[in-house]
């Protein structure tokens, strides 16, 4: 009888990221599906011959690809070490795997394309790691880059990956049990008094945010409106 293989720490890694963003999905009622062919080396409709696929050196050395609600999501690791140099062959790398994942998607669906890139552990709050995250970040080409750097603790991971969701698609700002005072309603409402916000859209800004049980997405769009058709005026 053949002995299963343990997982590698980059299996691991890669199954805890997984694990996380399936659980956050979960909350949000979001439909989560495995997507091989978003991981894979094959372009859509191509065959396996040279002109229709990467080479594994182009691409990333481990990668998952997954369907969350109508994001198209790749999740692969950072290099080890924190070198300028491993980091900008990881993010070319993934670049290419994202061009992968946007041939099986339709154009509208390939804006919604993210690629998360999760850190060693130990990686969350050192310097030279956050510096080398930014620059991973801020290369939105082909798709966007979200970077977890993950706790040296792996019984923080949960708090540190609650920590990064709040900057990714999976935030829900609006989705709180907190009460909220009027007060900056009113401040807004002063606000008007020193000319920086026209009296009149201020109104309707506090009026509209004081609708009960309003729809957050059609409130940002009838604020936007209102604000529209001050700079019209």
Same mark, same amino acid.
């Given at each position: 009888m053949s002995e299963i293989a343990s997982p590698t720490p980059a299996q691991e890694a890669l199954e805890g990221g997984e694990r996380l963003l399936t659980r956050r999905a979960a909350e949000l009622g979001l439909a989560v599906e495995s997507k091989a062919n978003y991981a894979g080396r094959i372009f859509a409709g191509g065959s396996d011959t040279p002109s229709a696929r990467l080479e594994p050196r182009d691409l990333p050395n481990h990668v998952r690809g997954l369907q969350i609600g109508r994001y198209a999501v790749l999740l692969t690791l950072l290099p080890e070490a924190p070198d300028e140099e491993g980091m900008s062959d990881v993010v070319r790398r993934v670049r290419n795997q994202c061009v992968v994942a946007r041939s099986y998607l339709s154009p509208p669906a390939a804006l &919604?394309?993210? /690629?998360?890139?999760? @850190?060693?552990? @130990?990686?969350?709050?050192? &310097? !030279? +790691? !956050?510096?080398?995250?930014l620059i991973a970040e801020r290369d939105e080409r082909v798709a966007r880059k979200l970077v977890w750097l993950r706790p040296l603790d792996a019984r923080a991971d949960e708090q540190s990956f609650g920590d990064f969701v709040k900057r990714s698609f999976l935030a829900r700002p +609006?989705?709180? &049990?907190a009460i909220?005072?009027?007060a900056p309603l009113d401040n807004v409402?002063? /606000? /008007? %008094?020193? @000319? &920086?916000?026209? !009296?009149? %859209?201020?109104?309707? +800004?506090?009026?509209? /945010?004081?609708?009960?049980?309003?729809?957050?997405?059609?409130?940002?769009?009838?604020l936007v409106v209102a604000w529209q058709r001050r700079s019209a005026r």
């Open positions: &919604d394309l993210h /690629a998360i890139l999760l @850190g060693p552990r @130990g990686s969350e709050g050192v &310097d !030279r +790691w !956050r510096a080398l995250a +609006w989705l709180t &049990d909220f005072s009027m409402s002063r /606000a /008007a %008094t020193y @000319g &920086d916000i026209p !009296r009149d %859209t201020a109104g309707e +800004w506090v009026r509209l /945010a004081s609708e009960p049980d309003i729809d957050p997405d059609l409130l940002v769009e009838k």
